[in-house]
Nanobody
Framework: QVQLQESGGGSVQSGGSLRLSCVAS????????MGWFRQAPGKERERVAA????????TYHDSVKARFTITQDIDRYSMYLQMNSLKPEDTAMYYC?????????????????WGQGTQVTVSS
């Protein structure tokens, strides 16, 4: 089973930037479909961004559009999340996920491999 490891979290002030990385332990077809999720204390987990490595298509949660950018480097088994103009409400544990396969040419979003998470804290 491939494993995912996140890094790059930390504490920044409002308006700052962070770049999260997610590295897989090996290449598998699971890496075609990957995404970033976050969960704040007392809140449900939400998908922040997702990427389809075959088509290059990306999707974003409305709250991060124009501020976050998801990219993927399959040759390095890696995915990244560039986060700019961070806000206190972005504070959460961020997780990367992969897998779930595709149906009808599109990722299902049913990720079945998860990382341990990296904490992002944004102070006002």
């Amino acid at each position: 089973q491939v494993q995912l490891q996140e890094s790059g979290g930390g504490s920044v002030q409002s308006g700052g930037s962070l770049r999260l990385s997610c590295v897989a332990s090996a290449y598998t077809r699971n890496l075609r479909c990957m995404g970033w999720f976050r969960q704040a204390p007392g809140k449900e987990r939400e998908r922040v961004a997702a990427v389809d490595g075959y088509s290059g298509s990306t999707t974003y949660h409305d709250s991060v559009k124009a501020r976050f950018t998801i990219t993927q480097d399959i040759d390095r088994y890696s995915m990244y999340l560039q986060m700019n103009s961070l806000k206190p409400e972005d504070t959460a544990m961020y997780y990367c996920a992969a897998g779930g396969g595709a149906y009808g040419g599109r990722c299902t979003g049913n990720y079945d491999v998860w990382g341990q998470g990296t904490q992002v804290t944004v102070s006002s």
